[in-house]
């Protein structure tokens, strides 16, 4: 009984002594006991993981679940424990598409009986993409229409029909598409939003900007998450973006607080020695009489350079391209919302600088393993609060072109591998993107 006794307490004392280890270990040095941690093997002959080899319809994909229980009861859902988009994506996966009919362009009245009807489930993208690039999301699609270059940005699913109809529509130009469909299964789709672990949200539409825009009328509120982050080698990336294509000699050089590499060539990449952040631009000076890229053949360039970078693209979506500069921007997600910051963490922003060159920017650090849920919440405002806060400190209805929510990345005050992922609202103004904070504490409000 007395060596019972004695091993209990033996391994008891074991237990306890090994869980402050690995718990120095998360703490002081987290990077390397995750390293191994829900990996993907290396290829070691091509240096590029295996799962950066993304599909198109893992990039762009839909990022939102909505329902229209009525014209104005609206409500969109999330999941903290699993992806609810990418279920439904599985879902769409076996539906084939048989017919496409333009219903009609440029039609505010119809684009919004169409958006608003009741008992009828929405699928959003987070910005316009060719009809091409939504059918992927299908099981299968006539090659006329699986080569249609005309932009959508939703899909909508009625519920109450014999499933057999859904519609494609563009919210920035008000164009709808009737679509004729096999093997929908909308029981499925519907019992996506009533799972245990599924939350909701009231959702409207508003005209805001250059398009209908889907705003908070209640505000919200949305977990909080916290992340071990990795940085990538400086080095790894001048030989998969400089080293590529060409065997010159790299230079490098030291300019104010940036690491410059460059070619005999085209080719340069910046390094912000401080804050990671790359600055990639390849110039052809052939190009003059080469055609202007299409937007969807932008899109294919684009994964391309992604995967070209071996980085994991697992939670990378196409965010949103801006016509009038012809930049792309892919961004982390997380549970449905866009991950925002600084010096593009979690971003990758690219952009056809000629007919045949290139600007591409995004951040050596990423994010690697997520760590405990420790339950923290953040209530947003409503969508109209942000508005009239924002029409105070002078920024009028003409200013703002979109609104949207997103988690802002943030450093952690107990460890500097660690980044916080807190929700805000992430304003476009006069061109560009901010944290709604971050413009209100510019000035003092």
Same mark, same amino acid.
């Given at each position: 009984?007395?060596?019972?006794?004695?091993?209990?307490?033996?391994?008891?004392?074991?237990?306890?002594?090994?869980?402050?280890?690995?718990?120095?270990?998360?703490?002081?040095?987290?990077?390397?006991?995750?390293?191994?941690?829900?990996?993907?093997?290396?290829?070691?002959?091509?240096?590029?993981?295996?799962?950066?080899?993304?599909?198109?319809?893992?990039?762009?994909?839909?990022?939102?679940?909505?329902?229209?229980?009525?014209?104005?009861?609206?409500?969109?859902?999330?999941?903290?424990?699993?992806?609810?988009?990418?279920?439904?994506?599985?879902?769409?996966?076996?539906?084939?598409?048989?017919?496409?009919?333009?219903?009609?362009?440029?039609?505010?009245?119809?684009?919004?009986?169409?958006?608003?009807?009741?008992?009828?489930?929405?699928?959003?993208?987070? @910005?316009?993409?060719?009809?091409?690039?939504?059918?992927?999301?299908?099981?299968?699609?006539?090659?006329?229409?699986?080569?249609?270059?005309?932009?959508?940005?939703?899909?909508?699913?009625?519920?109450?029909?014999?499933?057999?109809?859904?519609?494609?529509?563009?919210?920035?130009?008000?164009?709808?598409?009737?679509?004729?469909?096999?093997?929908?299964?909308?029981?499925?789709?519907?019992?996506?939003?009533? @799972?245990?672990?599924?939350?909701?949200?009231?959702?409207?539409?508003?005209?805001?900007?250059?398009?209908?825009?889907?705003?908070?009328?209640?505000?919200?509120?949305?977990?909080?998450?916290?992340?071990?982050?990795?940085?990538?080698?400086?080095?790894?990336?001048?030989?998969?973006?400089?080293?590529?294509?060409?065997?010159?000699?790299?230079?490098?050089?030291?300019?104010?607080?940036?690491?410059?590499?460059?070619?005999?060539?085209?080719?340069?990449?910046?390094?912000?020695?401080?804050?990671?952040?790359?600055?990639?631009?390849?110039?052809?000076?052939?190009?003059?009489?080469?055609?202007?890229?299409?937007?969807?053949?932008?899109?294919?360039?684009?994964?391309?350079?992604?995967?070209?970078?071996?980085?994991?693209?697992?939670?990378?979506?196409?965010?949103?391209?801006?016509?009038?500069?012809?930049?792309?921007?892919?961004?982390?997600?997380?549970?449905?919302?866009?991950?925002?910051?600084?010096?593009?963490?979690?971003?990758?922003?690219?952009?056809?600088?000629?007919?045949?060159?290139?600007?591409?920017?995004?951040?050596?650090?990423?994010?690697?393993?997520?760590?405990?849920?420790?339950?923290?919440?953040?209530?947003?405002?409503?969508?109209? @609060?942000?508005?009239?806060?924002?029409?105070?400190?002078?920024?009028?209805?003409?200013?703002?072109?979109?609104?949207?929510?997103?988690?802002?990345?943030?450093?952690? @005050?107990?460890?500097?591998?660690?980044?916080?992922?807190?929700?805000?609202?992430?304003?476009?103004?006069?061109?560009?993107?901010?944290?709604?904070?971050?413009?209100?504490?510019?000035?003092?409000?």
């Amino acid at each position: 009984m007395k060596i019972r006794t004695w091993m209990l307490h033996l391994g008891l004392i074991l237990t306890v002594v090994i869980s402050i280890a690995f718990t120095w270990l998360i703490w002081f040095n987290p990077t390397t006991f995750f390293q191994n941690v829900g990996r993907t093997p290396v290829d070691t002959s091509s240096g590029v993981t295996n799962a950066s080899n993304k599909r198109l319809d893992d990039v762009y994909t839909p990022t939102s679940l909505m329902y229209n229980e009525t014209t104005t009861k609206k409500y969109q859902y999330f999941n903290h424990r699993s992806d609810i988009t990418n279920q439904a994506k599985k879902i769409m996966n076996r539906v084939e598409i048989t017919s496409l009919k333009t219903v009609a362009k440029q039609n505010v009245p119809k684009y919004l009986a169409t958006v608003n009807q009741s008992h009828s489930l929405i699928l959003n993208y987070p @910005d316009v993409l060719p009809i091409k690039y939504v059918c992927i999301l299908f099981d299968k699609a006539p090659k006329k229409i699986a080569e249609n270059k005309e932009n959508v940005d939703q899909i909508i699913i009625p519920t109450g029909n014999s499933g057999n109809t859904i519609y494609f529509l563009n919210s920035k130009k008000q164009n709808i598409y009737k679509v004729s469909v096999k093997n929908l299964n909308v029981k499925s789709l519907m019992a996506l939003t009533k @799972d245990k672990h599924t939350q909701s949200v009231a959702t409207a539409l508003e005209n805001i900007g250059d398009g209908y825009r889907w705003t908070y009328p209640q505000g919200v509120k949305l977990n909080e998450y916290s992340y071990l982050i990795n940085k990538e080698s400086a080095g790894n990336m001048v030989a998969k973006l400089l080293g590529a294509n060409t065997s010159a000699t790299i230079t490098t050089k030291q300019q104010d607080g940036k690491t410059v590499y460059s070619d005999d060539a085209n080719q340069r990449m910046t390094v912000d020695n401080k804050h990671g952040e790359v600055e990639y631009i390849n110039y052809d000076s052939n190009d003059k009489n080469k055609p202007k890229v299409s937007f969807s053949k932008t899109l294919e360039i684009n994964l391309a350079k992604l995967n070209s970078l071996g980085v994991t693209l697992d939670d990378v979506r196409y965010s949103n391209y801006e016509s009038k500069t012809g930049e792309v921007i892919y961004r982390n997600y997380i549970a449905g919302f866009p991950i925002v910051s600084e010096y593009n963490y979690g971003t990758y922003s690219l952009q056809n600088v000629t007919s045949n060159g290139q600007r591409f920017m995004f951040s050596l650090y990423g994010l690697q393993v997520p760590l405990p849920n420790t339950n923290k919440q953040k209530t947003l405002p409503s969508t109209s @609060d942000i508005l009239n806060r924002l029409s105070s400190i002078g920024y009028s209805s003409n200013r703002v072109r979109a609104i949207k929510i997103a988690y802002s990345w943030q450093r952690n @005050d107990s460890s500097s591998q660690v980044v916080d992922l807190v929700p805000t609202y992430l304003i476009k103004v006069d061109g560009r993107w901010i944290d709604y904070e971050q413009l209100f504490q510019n000035f003092g409000k």
